[in-house]
T-cell receptor, first 116, second 112 residues
């Protein structure tokens, strides 16, 4: 089975622009989470979606938004890009996004965003 | 705010040496604990997890971790490392919610 896929692999943008990142979960998985990983740090939680509804949101500004589609794929949107948004953006899928946080997450390869 | 501390940022070992990577978290109550690994050029993947029960958990590739509630710790161990264990290791904690907190990671280099 295919794992979690993300596109694009790399992206270069300039300050003030908008970016859309895409994620396809493992077949049968209904939950998608997004993380930001800055160089030298661990992943930081941005959003979790389950059955197209937002289940959780991390401490990120409103410039960050996401959505999940009926086929469970997801998009992460970032508006008004800042230099500090340069990072690896990871997507993870899980079967149910179970309450209690015990669902195993499977990570994709990430999208490397560089903001100039 | 919850935090997860991995005190060893860089560890260098020779093959067959024993490994212990520290992980401490900053809050009480019920927690779910995870160790993830990222091998060079590969995706982040789950090594092992602890939810409840036996505080000594075994994961893939010979790794194990021990949950010590009184010390707020979940240290990762392996008796004898191999060159193929060279990777970045992340500890993560959640408090029964969807929002996990990751440590900053430990880079392990194993010399053959």
């Amino acid at each position: 089975d295919a794992g979690v896929t993300q596109s694009p692999t790399h992206l270069i943008k300039t300050r003030g622009q908008h970016v859309t990142l895409r994620c396809s979960p493992i077949s049968g998985h209904k939950s998608v989470s997004w993380y930001q990983q800055v160089l030298g740090q661990g992943p930081q939680f941005i959003f979790q979606y389950y059955e197209k509804e937002e289940r959780g949101r991390g401490n990120f500004p409103d410039r960050f938004s996401a959505r999940q589609f009926p086929n469970y794929s997801s998009e992460l949107n970032v508006n008004a890009l800042l230099l500090g948004d340069s990072a690896l953006y990871l997507c993870a899928s899980s079967k149910t996004g179970s309450p209690g946080g015990r669902d195993t997450q499977y990570f994709g390869p990430g999208t490397r965003l560089t903001v100039l | 705010a919850q935090s997860v501390s991995q005190h060893n940022h860089h560890v260098i070992l020779s093959e067959a040496a024993s490994l212990e990577l520290g992980c401490n978290y900053s809050y009480g109550g019920t927690v779910n604990l995870f160790w993830y690994v990222q091998y060079p050029g590969q995706h982040l993947q789950l090594l092992l997890k602890y939810f409840s029960g036996d505080p000594l958990v075994k994961g893939i590739k010979g790794f194990e971790a021990e949950f010590i509630k009184s010390k707020f710790s979940f240290n990762l161990r392996k008796p004898s490392v191999q060159w193929s264990d060279t990777a970045e290791y992340f500890c993560a904690v959640n408090r029964g919610s969807y929002i996990p907190t990751f440590g900053r990671g430990t880079s392990l280099i194993v010399h053959p």
